[in-house]
């Protein structure tokens, strides 16, 4: 590529593609705690307030202002200055001692212009263009974690409190089993020792109802840390119940699903961009240790004293004869950073096939085990309902119930559970696409 080329594709890449942090800006919510969080509201709040937000924003404002830089030797420098000189000299002149003062004010104003540097501008541009790229990508890749965070986050205290309503209805049987077995003791239909059964198993009942609740104050701590809120007051969320997922599994084959995400993932768009960066610094450098021409001209006018114009046409001609062995390392070291580059970009590639795979194999064996567990549930329910009503008969015994009631809340238990995991795994498929940042233009999977 001549220079000519250069410079036109540098200039290219300087104005063409608007910013993405002009495409993502969000307006100033308002952070009322007070009402039922839904799980966009918590996305929104998280993008505002995450300290790694915030990070990435200020890694793109420092590529911008380097993309500046590099652009700001294409146009000419203007320097106003005023030099003021004082000078004390002593002369002897025929044998007597004189001294004096010279004092000089001289104001100016010149420009100076880059010309020609064997094309190191226009390398500069290109590869902080490309940095500046790079920074880019890494801020959308930083949502989208970001977002993933918050949406497992609250999905795992969507899960919380649906166990402690499986916990607190295994209380509420637990206690009617007890009250039913007082009963059963006083008409004599059924041996006092039941009655230690039945409180035993209500007292575990309760321990479980504990564990669970307070596992919801855990997760609640958790989603604000991923929301980015440091602050103690408490926040809710709506009270929603997940529906199953649909039955039929995904059409789509996973090796579609990995075409996509090497194609959209913000991360391995990041690391190209860097390769790219990488690849215009190895010029650089190589231009550095080999013969350079640079050429500048200077345009001056001296405004006082004695108004005048100067100019100035340089042209240098240089080559590092000896350095001991500088540039020549500088060479070897920009092209191990490059190789180093290429090489974190096939380390990404590799983690997102494998996030896509292991996502996708975990919602699907979450959608299958949703419908075994509603099955289970329906059939545990089946019994459960047969135990009491032969306990009630006096057909049944304590530990029939005891046992019907404790596979009832295994059974609910892992629907619940089943339905959570899909959803937490479809979270992370989108998150694995690069299509869960829909504040972005993202987009959803089936």
């Not at 404002?61 to 700001?72: D, F, G, I, K, Y």
Request: charged share 20%; hydrophobic share 40%.
């Amino acid at each position: 590529m001549t220079l000519s080329c250069r410079a036109a594709v540098a200039a290219a890449l300087f104005l063409a593609c608007p910013h993405v942090l002009a495409q993502v800006k969000n307006s100033p919510l308002n952070l009322d705690l007070s009402q039922p969080i839904t799980l966009e509201r918590a996305i929104q709040i998280a993008l505002q307030n995450h300290p790694s937000i915030g990070i990435a924003k200020s890694q793109v404002a420092a590529a911008n202002a380097r993309v500046t830089q590099s652009m700001s030797s294409y146009f000419p420098s203007i320097a106003p200055s005023y030099t003021y000189s004082s000078q004390l000299s002593t002369a002897t002149i025929g044998g007597v001692s004189r001294t004096g003062t010279i004092e000089q004010g001289i104001t100016q104003i010149s420009a100076r212009q880059l010309i020609f540097d064997t094309g190191k501008r226009e390398e500069g541009l290109l590869s902080s263009r490309y940095s500046e790229k790079s920074s880019e990508y890494a801020y959308l890749d930083t949502r989208q974690a970001v977002i993933l965070n918050v949406t497992t986050a609250y999905y795992e205290l969507l899960r919380t409190r649906e166990l402690v309503r499986v916990a607190q209805s295994n209380v509420d049987r637990a206690q009617t089993t007890l009250d039913s077995t007082k009963a059963f003791a006083e008409e004599g239909t059924a041996p006092r020792k039941d009655i230690l059964q039945a409180q035993a198993d209500l007292d575990n009942a309760k321990v479980q109802l504990i564990q669970a609740e307070n596992n919801v104050r855990v997760q609640t701590t958790t989603l604000k840390n991923a929301m980015g809120l440091l602050t103690m007051t408490p926040i809710n969320v709506p009270d929603v119940q997940l529906p199953p997922p649909p039955a039929a599994p995904d059409p789509t084959p996973v090796e579609k699903y990995v075409e996509i995400a090497l194609a959209n993932r913000m991360d391995a768009r990041r690391d190209a961009a860097a390769v790219d960066a990488s690849r215009h610094q190895v010029k650089i450098a190589a231009i550095n240790a080999g013969l350079q021409v640079e050429a500048d001209v200077t345009e001056g006018y001296r405004v006082d004293p004695d108004p005048g114009e100067n100019r100035t046409f340089t042209t240098t001609f240089s080559y590092p004869l000896f350095d001991a062995g500088l540039t020549r390392a500088q060479v070897r070291q920009a092209k191990a950073s490059l190789e180093q580059a290429r090489k974190q970009l096939d380390l990404t590639k590799q983690a997102i096939q494998l996030a896509v795979e292991q996502a996708y194999l975990l919602r699907e064996e979450a959608r299958s085990r949703v419908q075994a567990a509603l099955a289970a549930v329906r059939a545990a329910q089946e019994n459960y309902d047969a135990a009491t009503a032969s306990r009630k008969e006096g057909a049944g015994s304590i530990l029939d119930v005891i046992t019907a009631q404790n596979a009832l809340v295994v059974a609910e238990t892992n629907q619940v559970q089943a339905i959570y995991d899909y959803y937490t795994a479809d979270a992370n498929l989108r998150r694995a696409l690069g299509e869960n940042d829909v504040f972005a233009g993202g987009g959803k999977t089936k």
